[in-house]
């Protein structure tokens, strides 16, 4: 009802105004990849030790625990999964809430957790995501990813995700002329920085030969364009800014972040080729952080397909509508180009366990932050940005973070 | 079955699956799309076919054909049915 709608200025105006400065003072993660001899709960406690550990931060001080997982239940038949690996952690006591927001479910329980640091609710809390896939034959994996679609609609149908994006890739190739080698691109990029990345999945250089004629997925995606089924966790820690040097000399200071929503159905959109909750998720954390995108310096950008990069350095204001594919094409996202994307290798090349992805984001920013990303080292690494999408744009989160 | 539903629409956009979920593997390859139908709603639907000539292109019209256990299959205009 949108005569009953809050003036959002005014709400967020608020918001702001109510907030204190926030830092992620550790990072931890596994390795993404295929691990058929670990499960979910060893994943991620793996994370979240490195991430304790990282921050130097006594676990007794932690005071609660949002854990991003999208589908623990169907993936690997354990719910309850907050407690269940935070007491495994050692943390007991504490409140434990699992976020499932699809595949920005752990970018959501960043949000949730910045949130109850930024308003005062606690001063250190421990954020996590994992998920365990490969344990899955691909089919069930296709169903179960489905499931973070409509499944009344466009899942009926037999569309996967996949297909959605292949939906989308047709579209923005019949109203901006996209091709099927900017498409590539992307996945050439991707698997260059991911073969630098000892944690990615897949450590392999591809060709554009390779990338053009790869098997075909759900047309006009091949393989290439796919990100990974992976397993993996990561894990960060956050307190507020002025007792972050209590623990650390190099801590993140989060500038700006915002977690926005759509309609979960594709076919609800008028115009496939926008993700307005990124562009919202964008305006909301630019205004936070008093930045616009030409400050942002690199950004990790949720590439589950090719065309989700280009789409979202559209939405993001990186480039024009419509200019995404040249953009990447021409080498301007590449190590050395003026922003770098996805030096991680991204979730094309790094790995994509759903649930873990968001924060696995942060943590690679964070490692550009501090200038410890060894052979992916950005230049300009004092501000990045990271855009964790769930299902076909129903959830957003951006993040703007600042070295400290 | 029968359906009250518009009986025709317009592509806006399509994809051809190949890796299909559980369910529908034995139907892969298949095609399907967004169309935009003559009351102005837009669905996902299944396009039938497995020729070339089949093929659904953005903008190509599309007919209802069925609706089979909630999916609904159209396939493309002058072509028999």
């Known amino acids: 009802m949108p005569g009953q709608k809050r003036a959002e200025g005014q709400t967020h105006r608020r918001y702001l105004k109510y907030m204190r400065p926030v830092a992620v003072i550790g990072i931890g993660k596994t390795a993404f990849g295929a691990f058929p001899d670990r499960d979910l709960r060893s994943l991620a406690v793996e994370a979240i030790r490195n991430a304790i550990g990282d921050a130097a931060i006594p676990p007794g001080l932690i005071e609660a625990f949002y854990l991003g997982n999208f589908a623990g239940p169907s993936f690997a038949g354990q719910n309850h999964l907050a407690p269940y690996v935070a007491a495994a952690a050692g943390f007991e006591d504490i409140p434990c809430t699992r976020i499932e927001n699809a595949c920005a479910s752990s970018g959501s329980a960043f949000f949730h957790g910045w949130q109850s640091v930024a308003h005062g609710a606690y001063d250190a809390v421990l954020i996590a995501g994992v998920e365990k896939m490969t344990s899955q034959s691909t089919p069930r994996v296709t169903e179960i990813l489905a499931g973070a679609g409509d499944m009344s609609g466009e899942g009926a149908a037999g569309a996967t995700f996949p297909a959605l994006f292949a939906m989308i890739a047709r579209r923005h190739m019949y109203q901006y002329g996209t091709t099927r080698e900017h498409l590539a691109a992307v996945a050439i990029k991707n698997h260059a920085n991911g073969a630098k990345n000892p944690l990615a999945h897949m450590r392999k250089v591809i060709t554009l030969e390779q990338a053009l004629a790869g098997k075909p997925i759900a047309e006009p995606l091949n393989v290439y364009d796919c990100s990974l089924i992976s397993d993996g966790a990561a894990a960060v820690v956050l307190v507020p800014l002025y007792q972050a040097h209590r623990y650390t000399t190099r801590c993140a200071r989060v500038l700006g972040v915002a977690q926005t929503s759509d309609h979960v159905a594709l076919d609800s959109k008028a115009d496939i080729t926008v993700f307005p909750a990124v562009r919202k998720a964008a305006d909301k954390a630019y205004e936070m952080a008093h930045l616009g995108p030409r400050d942002i310096q690199f950004a990790e950008l949720h590439d589950c397909f090719t065309i989700a990069e280009i789409v979202a350095s559209e939405d993001l204001g990186f480039v024009a509508k419509g200019e995404g594919g040249p953009f990447a094409a021409a080498g301007c996202s590449s190590i050395g180009g003026p922003l770098p994307i996805n030096t991680s290798g991204g979730l094309k090349s790094k790995g994509h366990p759903v649930g873990a992805t968001g924060v696995g984001q942060i943590c690679d920013l964070i490692l550009q932050l501090r200038g410890d990303a060894g052979d992916r080292q950005v230049e300009r690494h004092r501000i990045g940005l990271a855009q964790n999408l769930g299902g076909s744009g129903a959830t957003c989160v951006v993040t703007i973070l600042e070295a400290a | ?81």
Not at chain 2, 19 to 47: H, K, M, W
Not at chain 2, 59 to 64: E, I, P, T, Y
Not at chain 2, 65 to 78: F, I, P, S
């Open chain 2, 1 to 81: 079955m029968e359906s009250n539903g518009p009986r025709e629409g317009v592509v806006y956009t399509e994809a051809i699956v190949h890796s299909a979920p559980g369910q529908f593997v034995a139907d892969a390859p298949y095609q399907i799309a967004i169309v935009d139908l003559e009351d102005g709603n837009r669905l996902t639907v299944r396009i039938l076919g497995r020729n070339p000539d089949d093929r659904a292109h953005i903008g190509d019209r599309v007919l209802f054909v069925e609706e089979r256990q909630g999916t609904l299959y159209y396939r493309k205009a002058g072509k028999l049915a």
